[in-house]
Structures are given as C-alpha cells and as structure tokens.
C-alpha cells in the first residue's frame, strides 16, 4: 500500500521553529519529486515548496523563501521541511506529495500523487 | 507565476444532472515538445488530503469513475462530471505542473442542489 505520513506539527509560537517529516512506503520514493502544500484553515491549497530526486534542485514559493528549507533522506525514505521564523500566516495544514517521475535519463508526470493525510501546524502565542 | 482561475467558486447541481467546472490558466501550459497540457484536477472532501482525478488535461486517473472527464485547449480546461453523485460533494482544484511555483485554482465547491 502506498503511503506518506506526515509529522512533526504542533503549536509553536511567532518566530519559532518546526520540522515536519513525511515518512514514504510502498511507493518510489527515491525516483519522485516530492512537494509540500498546505492548506490554511478554510482555505484552498498552495504549493509550498519542491525538491528534486537528489536533492539539488529545490524551490520555494514567496512567502516562505528564505524562512523554510526542503530536504530529502532518499535512503531513510524520508522528506523534510525546516521551517523557521514561523508567522501566524504560515498556520496551515502542511501535505506531502509526490511528484515528477526520473529516471537516470529523463523525467514524465508531474502531477501529484500521492498525498499525505497532513499534518498541522498552527502558529500563536 | 501562472494564475489559475476557477469558475463558479460555487455550484449546486441536481443529483443525475451534470455539473461543469471552468479553469483558466493567464497562459499557455502546453508544452510543445510533447504535446501534452500540464493541467491536472484534484477532489478534496472535509477532513481528507485532496485526490487526483486527471492529469494531462484528460487522462482519468486509475479507479476515477468515468462520469469524471477534462478537456481543455492550451489555456481554457473543463472538469465535467456527468451524472452527479451524492458522493461527489467536494471542493474541486484544477492545477498545472507546467513550471513553479505549481499553482492551484482557488476551488470549486460542489454541492447539491
């Protein structure tokens, strides 16, 4: 069964700091891309950030550049988001998914599949 | 960026009837070089991550009943479902994977009327 768990969500204060791991099985993990999205309470989803099958291409989206860090343990099967400086914009429910599909000459696909169930993080004092 | 646009942010639909969903993108997310559109479509239900429907604009993905279909040109798509269900109710993303950032649509919620 293909599966992505997310973890590492909790209640942090501004400016403070959260790692958030997904956790991948029965699934590829090492020839995707891999994504994260969150989802703001009652709101609609937007992609957050990317990073390739080694981890040497990465991006981010404006809101969070600079603040936040992708990385992947292709060996441990495992994502990671690094964030820092936490607002109270960034409260969401962060989502893995996976991505493009490489193989050592090319890459095809690009939508997202599969997603994570989430996990949350809210940022309050 | 690309902007996705979706229309109607809201749409209540008879059970059997069909329900159309509209997604512009502010430009073109075919990709020449092999022809195919980078657009992909997700169903989110409260509580739950959002699942794939379609990707290349058209192409169902596995288990998707075949009430659901897309269609679309270069930078005007449809998600179209046929006989509505009562499981159907959901919020709709349509999104393209042509270039990052890889932006949403900002949902459709379908309901029934």
């Known amino acids: 069964e293909v599966q992505l768990v997310e973890s590492g969500g909790g209640l942090v204060q501004p400016g403070g700091s959260l790692r958030l791991s997904c956790a991948a099985s029965g699934f590829a993990f090492s020839t995707h891309w891999m994504h994260w999205v969150r989802q703001a309470p009652g709101k609609g989803l937007v992609w957050v950030s990317h990073i390739n099958i080694d981890g040497m291409n990465t991006d981010y989206a404006d809101s969070v550049k600079g603040r936040f860090t992708i990385s992947r343990d292709n060996a441990k099967n495992t994502l990671y988001l690094q964030m820092n400086s936490l607002r109270a914009e960034d409260t969401a429910i962060y989502y893995c998914?996976?991505?493009?599909?490489?193989?050592?000459?090319?890459?095809?696909?690009?939508?997202?599949?599969?997603w994570g169930q989430g996990t949350l993080v809210t940022v309050s004092s | 960026d690309i902007v996705m646009t979706q229309s109607p942010d809201s749409l209540a639909v008879s059970l059997g009837e069909r329900a159309t969903i509209n997604c512009k993108s502010s430009?073109?997310?075919?990709?020449?070089?092999?022809?195919?559109?980078?657009l992909s479509w997700y169903q989110q239900k409260p509580g739950q991550p959002p699942k794939l429907l379609i990707y290349?604009?058209?192409t169902r993905e596995s288990g998707v009943p075949e009430r659901f279909s897309g269609s679309g040109s270069e930078t005007d798509f449809t998600l179209t479902i046929s006989s509505l269900q009562a499981e159907d109710v959901a919020v709709y993303y349509c999104q393209q994977y042509y270039s990052s950032p890889y932006t949403f649509g900002q949902g459709t919620k379908l309901e029934i009327k």
């Open positions: 290349w604009a058209s």
């Open positions: 430009q073109s997310i075919l990709y020449t070089s092999n022809n195919k559109i980078y």
């Open positions: 998914a996976g991505g493009f599909y490489c193989t050592t000459t090319t890459c095809s696909g690009g939508w997202f599949d599969p």
